[in-house]
């Protein structure tokens, strides 16, 4: 069984840093695509970031040159840095992994509340 653990949620005030993490657990042979979505109350559950196997990033148009995304291969973990965080960035983040274990999997994190104050 293929799990993800997130970490590095909080909260934080406007303007300031946090970085999320995630690391995937269980019989993995490889992963395809990572990233972070969020979901904020009362809203639908929007992506964030994404990173290939190869390195390319995606990001959400509100975020972009705020947000990294990063991730380590060896280790399957993916990474979400953010800066210049706004009180509109508060939500449940979740990170996803599309993995190769027995079958190919699209596993989902527990999700972590990132909770920004003005």
């Known amino acids: 069984q293929v799990q993800l653990v997130e970490s590095g949620g909080g909260l934080v005030q406007a303007g300031g840093s946090l970085r999320l993490s995630c690391a995937a657990s269980?019989?993995?042979?490889?992963?395809?695509?990572m990233g972070w979505y969020r979901q904020a109350p009362g809203k639908q559950r929007e992506l964030v970031a994404t990173?290939?196997?190869?390195?390319?990033?995606n990001y959400a148009a509100s975020v972009k040159g705020r947000f990294t995304i990063s991730r380590d291969n060896a280790k399957n973990t993916v990474a979400l840095q953010m800066n210049s965080l706004k009180p509109e960035d508060t939500a449940v983040y979740y990170c996803?992994?599309?993995?190769?274990?027995?079958?190919?999997?699209?596993?989902w994190g527990q999700g972590t509340l990132v909770t920004v104050s003005s």
């Open positions: 996803n992994m599309l993995v190769v274990a027995d079958r190919n999997l699209e596993v």
């Open positions: 269980g019989s993995i042979f490889s992963t395809n695509a």
């Open positions: 990173v290939t196997s190869g390195g390319s990033t």
